[in-house]
């Protein structure tokens, strides 16, 4: 199964402030996914990121808030842009490998905005 | 559309009882269907799948999970709960390989020793 990393692992951040998340894997995919978990609830897509392609933006979210990049197979990143308090959430990236239909997530990173 | 309902926020169970959480799916091609856990403050882990085949899927740590099409169902069980069981459940729903899951609200599990 793919192995899949996060940095941060946590932060946190003053309101108006941006922080970039970083997700990288151990294998090559194509399509990445970015999560969000807020505060005792479920997980909630926010985008779907396939590299040398624009990421692809769920309803709700848009990309001046949630810049996305995937400059390669391995890696891309979430920025949380402008943040406010209601931010402040679980970021989970995830991955599907192909040729088993799984998906796998990151650790996630646990983001606090004061 | 995809769509998961999770019976009960909230499962309690006695350490050597029956584990039962409930899912229910809605969607309008045959469904791929996961159960994930979590435990306090870490990410998901994947406990089973259905994608096709057979339709009791058995998964890690002692659960399964029988794909009832009739009843648009995917109930996840254990025999016999365990302390360490205590965690978040997480039913998911995506109609193929390579698209985003449809979660649903999640069920707490507690193990009362």
């Known amino acids: 199964s793919a192995v899949i990393s996060q940095k941060p692992s946590r932060d946190i951040c003053q309101r108006g402030t941006s922080l970039t998340i970083q997700c990288q894997v151990d294998?090559?995919?194509?399509?990445m996914f970015w999560y969000r978990q807020q505060p005792g609830q479920s997980l909630t897509l926010i985008a779907t990121?396939?590299?040398?392609?624009?990421?692809?933006?769920e309803s709700g979210f848009v990309i001046d808030k949630f810049p996305i990049s995937r400059p390669n197979l391995t890696f891309s990143t979430l920025t949380v842009s402008n943040m406010s308090p209601e931010d402040s959430s679980i970021y989970l990236c995830?991955?599907?490998?192909?040729?088993?239909?799984?998906?796998?997530f990151g650790p996630g990173t646990r983001l606090t905005v004061l | 559309a995809q769509s998961v309902t999770q019976l009960g926020s909230h499962v309690s169970v006695s350490e050597g009882a029956l584990v039962l959480l409930r899912c229910n799916y809605s969607?309008?091609?045959?469904?791929?269907l996961f159960w994930y856990v979590q435990y306090p403050n870490q990410g998901l882990q994947l406990l089973l799948k259905?994608?096709?085949?057979?339709?009791l899927v058995k998964g890690i740590n002692g659960f399964e999970a029988e794909f009832k099409k009739s009843e648009t169902s995917f109930h996840l069980t254990k025999p016999s709960a365990h302390m360490s069981d205590a965690a978040e459940y997480f039913c998911?729903?995506?109609?193929?390989?390579?698209?985003?899951?449809?979660f649903g609200k999640g069920t707490r599990l507690s193990v009362i020793a």
């Open positions: 998911a729903v995506t109609p193929s390989g390579n698209t985003p899951l449809v």
């Open positions: 995830s991955v599907d490998e192909g040729n088993t239909n799984e998906q796998f």
């Open positions: 294998s090559q995919v194509t399509m």
């Open positions: 969607s309008s091609v045959p469904p791929y």
């Open positions: 259905y994608t096709t085949g057979a339709t």
């Open positions: 990121a396939n590299q040398g392609s624009e990421a692809t933006y």
